[in-house]
C-alpha cells in the first residue's frame, strides 16, 4: 500500500493520520501542511495518529520531530503521536520520540471528518533540501540520532555543495 495523509480540524485542534507506506515522497505535502497549520492565529493543539502507518522512513520521522520541536517552541506544548503497532512504536522509542511527543497506544474512535491531503509534486532540489533538513532535526533530538544520520547528513551536504553554481573568476 502507497501512503497518504489524512487530515482534519476544527477550532484550531487539528488531526494528521499517516496511512501506508510512508516516504519521502510526501515530505513536501507534509512539511507544507504543518506550516499552514501553524499559520492559523487560532492553532491549539494537533494529534497524529500512526494508526495504520506499515512502514515510515528516517524524512518522515524528522518532519514529526519538526512538528514537535516547533509546537514546543512557538506554543509550549509537546503534540499526542498515536502508534498502536509495536514496530512503529520501537522506532519512536529509538529515536527519542518519547521525549518530544505524548504517545498514545490508543487509536483515534473517529475519522469520519479526515479528508485526504492531495500530494504535491515537487522538485527534486526541494526534497532533498527538505530530507536534509527532517534528518538534521532527528539528529538534534539525542546522541544516538546524531551517530546514525552524521553520515548520511554529510554526504547530503556534500552533493549540495556540488550542485551550487560556481562563480565565474573575475
Known amino acids: 500500500m502507497s501512503g497518504r495523509i489524512l487530515v482534519a480540524s476544527h477550532d484550531g485542534v487539528y488531526v494528521i493520520v499517516f496511512e501506508g507506506d510512508v516516504r519521502l515522497t510526501l515530505c513536501t505535502t507534509v ?7 501553524f499559520r492559523d492565529p487560532d492553532f491549539r493543539s494537533v494529534i497524529v495518529d500512526l494508526s495504520g502507518t506499515e512502514n515510515i522512513d ?10 514537535s520541536i516547533q509546537a514546543d ?18 522506532i519512536l522509542l529509538s529515536m527519542g520520540f518519547d521525549e518530544v511527543f505524548d504517545l498514545v497506544e490508543k487509536p483515534l474512535e473517529h475519522k469520519e471528518q479526515l479528508a485526504e491531503l492531495p500530494c504535491r509534486a515537487a522538485s527534486e532540489e526541494d526534497v532533498r533540501a527538505r ?3 527532517a534528518h538534521r532535526v532527528l539528529m538534534s533530538l539525542n546522541e544516538a540520532n546524531e551517530t546514525a544520520f552524521h553520515d548520511l547528513v554529510a554526504a547530503l551536504e556534500a552533493d549540495d555543495l556540488g550542485r ?5 573568476a573575475l
Do not use: C, N
Open 31 to 37: 512539511d507544507d501542511y504543518l506550516e499552514k497549520m
Open 58 to 67: 528516517s524524512t518522515s520521522l524528522g518532519l514529526l520531530a519538526k512538528l
Open 73 to 90: 517552541k512557538r506554543f509550549a506544548f509537546r503534540p499526542t503521536l498515536i502508534s498502536t503497532r509495536k514496530d512503529i512504536t520501537r
Open 131 to 133: 530530507v536534509l533538513e
Open 164 to 168: 551550487q553554481p560556481r562563480r565565474a
